[in-house]
């Protein structure tokens, strides 16, 4: 990170110091790390659940080329993992019976059954809308994907940087980084600007990039953090800050929002990018999970010392509060959540 801008960790303590809207309850913070250390020592939180998923890549080590195509897939599935709820409904948007972001994989998926050559930027670097619409065909025939304009000119732009300067393989971006998750996420932010998810925010440049980091997360889980996935500073990645799980946080009481801002919020008014409501939210995010992470590694090395720390990390606690918002949709509804047309999250 530049020394101007301040890092993703660094922004998430920023943004909380400064905050008018948002509040860190510490007795919420201490709930939500026994739920991740009890998940932990159960094995319901671990780095195998994402390759698991029927929808991801599972790179095989015994085929050198699918083992490099995972890496190219799951770039592709991250460049367009924004945005899949429209206005006026949160899950029209359905392929084969998935909804948000599950139904991307799904169209990804199919398109690669079907034989179209999706996670190759020599195809999609020169995709047409039309092509790129009937990928994301959805389940009722007339749902479009959102922002459908903004997929084509991210796959456009982020597929001629992979050919120009990378001979067409995401593999060869992560070997750039020699083994480092914050040298990899500099990287993707400083060649592709379509994964700049930064903001000013109260006389400072912030940095939240929660679509570069979860790319590192997923490369780091669908390798398991072995070969193309082993990374020495996997734990300075933090959680992605999206508009899901804050509603977890709130649940949990580590998050508490302004009786103006929480007013606002049930209004279901679209903010704009950058508005200082949204990245207070999402800098408490980072700030919270940080918090939490912190506290867990420390009970698990006073308390649990057979619990390898080397999987331990914003990462997964992240991929389980997302499942847990998922599992948990009926209790969690009633908490409203900020909502931003974007291609950042």
């Not at 939240?208 to 669908?222: E, F, M, N, T, Y």
């Not at 508005?275 to 590694?297: K, N, T």
Request: aromatic share 10%.
């Amino acid at each position: 990170m530049s020394s101007s801008k301040l890092s993703p960790r660094e922004s998430g303590a920023y943004i909380v110091e400064n905050a008018k809207h948002v509040r860190i309850l510490p007795t919420g913070i201490e709930k939500l790390t026994q739920e991740i250390v009890k998940g932990l020592i159960e094995k319901r939180i671990a780095v195998e659940n994402f390759s698991q998923h029927e929808l991801h890549p599972n790179p095989n080590p015994n085929q050198p080329e699918d083992y490099s195509k995972a890496a190219d897939w799951v770039f592709v599935l991250d460049t367009l993992n924004f945005c899949f709820w429209t206005p006026d409904n949160y899950t029209k948007y359905k392929v084969d019976g998935y909804t948000g972001y599950f139904a991307l994989c799904a169209a990804i998926k199919r398109a690669i059954k079907e034989g179209v050559d999706v996670i190759n930027p020599k195809f999609y670097s020169q995709i047409d809308l039309k092509t790129l619409e009937n990928i994301f065909r959805s389940d009722d025939g007339e749902t479009v994907i959102p922002l459908l304009q903004k997929r084509l000119e991210s796959l456009h732009e982020v597929g001629k940087v992979l050919i120009d300067k990378y001979d067409g393989s995401f593999e060869n971006v992560i070997k750039k980084a020699e083994k480092s998750a914050v040298r990899l996420l500099d990287l993707v932010v400083e060649e592709f600007p379509c994964f700049r998810d930064e903001a000013e925010f109260a006389g400072k440049r912030v940095s939240i990039l929660k679509r570069a980091q979860i790319l590192v997360g997923d490369v780091w889980s669908c390798y398991q953090g072995q070969g193309l996935g082993y990374f020495n500073d996997i734990d300075q990645i933090t959680m992605f800050a999206d508009y899901r799980i804050p509603q977890v946080l709130v649940h949990f009481g580590s998050l508490e929002y302004t009786s103006e801002l929480m007013d606002f919020l049930k209004t279901d008014t679209i903010l704009e990018n950058g508005d200082p409501r949204e990245v207070e939210i999402r800098g408490a995010s980072i700030y919270i999970i940080e918090q939490v992470r912190d506290a867990v590694v420390k009970i698990l090395k006073e308390q649990h010392p057979e619990i390898s720390l080397d999987n331990v990390n914003s990462i997964v606690i992240d991929q389980y509060l997302w499942d847990y918002r998922r599992r948990h949709n009926a209790d969690l509804e009633h908490i409203p959540f900020h909502k931003v047309l974007s291609i950042y999250y």
